[in-house]
């Protein structure tokens, strides 16, 4: 059975999104942040990076969320999350390689800045900058996404659970205000019955917990 260490509203809930799409099982071990459990030498040996997700299936060990996606993608080509038509799956790879670096990159600048570092290193001035190239980014998506249920072909694939994922997180940072479309995508997406939870609803429940 696979393993994926996971946290939370993490990148993780990419890799796990595939794998309930997938409707195979698996075991999850949270590794927890905010503990500082990925500092712990135990996780250390599984991913030395110390981050979270990683996908361990039989003797392969596979961190970052994309290549994790990619590969159960492949691993069960049957299940049809990858186009077989080489167009359309280097469209797939493309608008997956879109989300991690032309969205998810200044989202990541404005998580670091807003809540990851502590206070005196935040630099204010960078948050606005990385909204400034997050939103004509998004803008080429909404574009594309004009008229279409899916980001490649009339299927649902791979680059839809990371996009959607992506497109979630910038929900979560208000960053989709201009973007209609991409906000009906994001809710069809997450209306599927094997979704994950949203980011912000793990959130919530977060702040519950440690509140009780």
């Not at 250390?44 to 361990?56: C, I, M, R, S």
Request: aromatic content about 10%; overall charge negative; charged content about 25%.
């Amino acid at each position: 059975m696979m393993t994926l260490y996971e946290f939370g509203p993490t990148r993780s809930l990419r890799p796990r999104w595939m794998l309930q799409e997938l409707g195979v099982d698996f075991e999850t071990i949270s590794v927890d942040l905010i503990a500082g459990e990925h500092r712990d030498p135990d996780f250390l040996q599984v991913n030395p990076a110390g981050k979270v997700p990683v996908l361990v299936d039989d003797g392969l060990i596979l961190n970052e969320s994309a290549a994790i996606v990619l590969y159960l993608a492949e691993k069960y080509p049957d299940r049809g999350l990858l186009p077989t038509d080489p167009r359309q799956r280097a469209d797939a790879y493309r608008w997956i390689l879109f989300a991690v670096t032309e969205l998810e990159q200044p989202l990541w600048r404005i998580s670091k800045h807003t809540a990851l570092y502590p206070e005196e290193d935040r630099l204010p001035a960078d948050v606005a900058l990385a909204r400034r190239d997050f939103l004509p980014m998004a803008a080429v998506l909404e574009r594309h996404m004009k008229d279409r249920t899916y980001v490649v072909g009339d299927r649902v694939t791979a680059a839809d659970f990371i996009v959607a994922y992506t497109l979630d997180w910038a929900g979560e940072a208000q960053l989709l205000g201009d973007c209609p479309t991409l906000r009906s995508y994001v809710e069809r997406m997450y209306a599927r019955p094997r979704a994950p939870r949203r980011i912000g609803e793990i959130f919530r429940a977060m702040r519950s917990a440690a509140a009780a």
